[in-house]
């Protein structure tokens, strides 16, 4: 079975520094990965994804993410973040189509702060 | 586009109540999930549809939750009776079909209290 792991529960950020956020992944076959922001009283909004090719892919509102295979990592990251870039983010992995189920595993979450 | 619908928003029952939600995903989509998000967690998947037929209910608890989805449209998860433990925000998503390269698009929420 998939699992993800975001080792930090909050993170506190000073407005226009950099962003990264940790994601671990443990599963068998290639997986399918995910970023999704949530804002209080929101549903999730996806960032990116990644399923093969470029290791780096960009998203929206700025962000991108880099797969690292041999660290089973999906970092996600942004260069310069914006007071309203504050919310939960949601790391997850996807099982793949194989005519099986495709449901989300997710993490728990990092709460980002952003700091005047 | 109109996104995926849920409705109530909120709701606070008693414990051993029964309770429902609604969903109507984007329209034209074939995939439906519920998925719980228990305070401080991330979203945790009941269950699955496609079209009207279930493709993974492993980790509903058949002994209280019930969900369906008749017409291969909009669908209702069920609580009965509700546990304490219940409290958590349901959340309904939808997605053009099955593949995990699909992206799925999830609804508001019904954030549910059990006291």
């Known amino acids: 079975a998939q699992s993800v792991t975001q080792p930090d529960i909050h993170i506190t950020v000073s407005e226009g520094a950099s962003l990264e956020l940790r994601c671990n992944y443990s599963?068998?076959?290639?997986?399918?990965l995910f970023w999704y922001v949530q804002s209080p009283g929101q549903g999730l909004q996806l960032l990116l994804k990644?399923?093969?090719?470029d290791t780096l892919v960009q998203g929206i509102k700025g962000f991108e993410a880099e797969f690292k295979r041999s660290q089973s990592s999906f970092n996600l990251r942004k260069p310069s973040v914006h007071w309203s870039d504050a919310a939960e983010y949601f790391c997850?992995?996807?099982?793949?189509w194989g005519g099986g189920a495709d449901g989300l595993t997710f993490g728990k979450g990092t709460h980002l702060i952003i700091q005047p | 586009e109109a996104g995926v619908a849920q409705s109530p928003r909120y709701k606070i029952i008693e414990k051993r109540q029964s309770v429902a939600f609604w969903c109507n995903p984007i329209?034209?989509?074939?995939?439906l999930y519920w998925y719980q998000q228990i305070l401080g967690q991330g979203p945790k998947l009941l269950i699955q549809?496609?079209?009207?037929?279930?493709?993974?209910d492993s980790q509903l608890p058949k002994d209280r939750f019930s969900a369906e989805r008749l017409k291969g449209v909009d669908s209702t998860l069920k609580i009965q009776p509700a546990k304490l433990e219940d409290s958590a925000v349901y959340l309904c998503?939808?997605?053009?079909?099955?593949?995990?390269?699909?992206?799925?698009?999830f609804g508001p929420g019904t954030r549910l209290t059990v006291l």
């Open positions: 998503a939808s997605s053009p079909d099955r593949a995990s390269y699909n992206e799925q698009f």
């Open positions: 329209s034209g989509h074939a995939t």
């Open positions: 549809f496609q079209n009207n037929g279930v493709v993974d």
């Open positions: 599963y068998g076959a290639t997986p399918y």
């Open positions: 990644y399923f093969s090719g």
């Open positions: 997850a992995v996807g099982a793949g």
